[in-house]
């Protein structure tokens, strides 16, 4: 492993730390019962080292929803399996939507309730996760679709998608103690999305 790999992950390693302490500190004491002097000493860095990374403790809170994941590589992924765009983003969402993940935006979600600033930090990471997607389907399909189209296909995915975390639906969320995707209704309600999209509306 080269010299710049190392501390790109040694990086990525102190990011993750300091997400995932702010995130069960504010599990444990709510998002107003801790400073960001809380969040450094529990994660073992200092104040400076938080401010490389995070602006303010409710970014790194929601930054631990998505740190750490090892992202579908799009152009490996089509050209071993052979898929179109709407099967590579079928399953992009059930690698990207884990049930420990799951489990977490409902608590980010849960938490950010009450917490303005964090709600808009948990919106930033799902549109992160969005913009992950469109990126990943602009580099591996070229020019046999267009912009538009891979625009309109995540608008309508996550579109169906992102009323559940805002509760405008009610989908039961996947709880911690489940081991398995198979059968449960958030995931069906994924699977009948893109059904529907396959047979156009």
Known sequence: MTDDRLREQKKLQTK?????????????????????EDVVKKAGFSRRT???????????IASAFYIGDSPL?????????KINPVDAIHLFIKHSF????LNRLYDLMYMS?????????VNGTLHEVQTFAKEGLN????????KLYFHMLLGAVFGALLPLFEEEMVIELPLAELKTK??????????????????GF
Not at 18 to 36: H, M, P, Q, R, T
Not at 98 to 101: C, F, I, T
Not at 182 to 199: A, N, S
């Open 16 to 36: 993750q730390t300091l997400a995932e302490s702010a995130f069960y500190l504010a599990k444990d004491k709510g998002v107003e019962g801790f400073i960001v």
């Open 50 to 60: 938080f401010a490389n990374y995070f602006s303010c403790k409710e970014e790194a």
């Open 73 to 81: 590589d799009f152009r490996v992924t089509i050209e071993t399996e």
């Open 98 to 101: 884990s049930l420990e993940k």
């Open 113 to 121: 309730k009450e917490n303005p600033t964090l709600r808009l930090y």
């Open 139 to 146: 580099e591996a399909y070229g020019a046999t679709y267009s």
């Open 182 to 199: 198979k059968d449960h209704p958030f995931f069906d309600y994924v699977d009948q999305i893109f059904e529907q999209l396959r047979k």
